[in-house]
């Protein structure tokens, strides 16, 4: 069972008071930021802060793949697109790439 939109709407990380990712078929809300996450049990989420996990960078690496592919849910109304595109270079498998490269031709000085 997925959790009601508009409880989503209203959760926000503890830690940092800002949007998660839902992945409703891992039972589970995301912060990639920090690398948290929290669990839902019995369709309730547990969003006390010492009860997050953080998780391993393979472990990153998978979740913001699931959420990508599986049409994860971000919360606080914000659109899955923007909540992942700050992790895109991430998900490629190139942390540190830049997304768009200069065509100019010209050196950076």
């Known amino acids: 069972m997925s959790l009601d939109p508009l409880l989503l ?11 998660l990712l839902y992945l409703a ?8 930021r920090l690398r948290r996450l929290y669990y ?8 006390l802060a010492d009860r997050g996990e953080t998780v391993t960078a393979e472990r990153h690496q998978d979740l913001l793949r699931r959420a990508a592919a599986d049409g994860a849910q971000a919360t ?5 697109r923007d909540a992942l595109l700050p992790h ?9 790439q830049a997304d768009e490269k ?8």
């Open 9 to 19: 709407d209203l959760l926000a990380c503890p830690i940092d008071k800002q949007a």
């Open 88 to 96: 895109l270079p991430e998900l490629r498998g190139h942390p540190g």
């Open 40 to 47: 839902v049990r019995d369709d309730i989420p547990v969003m």
């Open 25 to 32: 078929e891992e039972g589970l809300l995301y912060n990639p």
């Open 102 to 109: 200069d065509d100019s031709g010209e050196d950076a000085a």
């Open 76 to 80: 606080l109304q914000v659109p899955l």
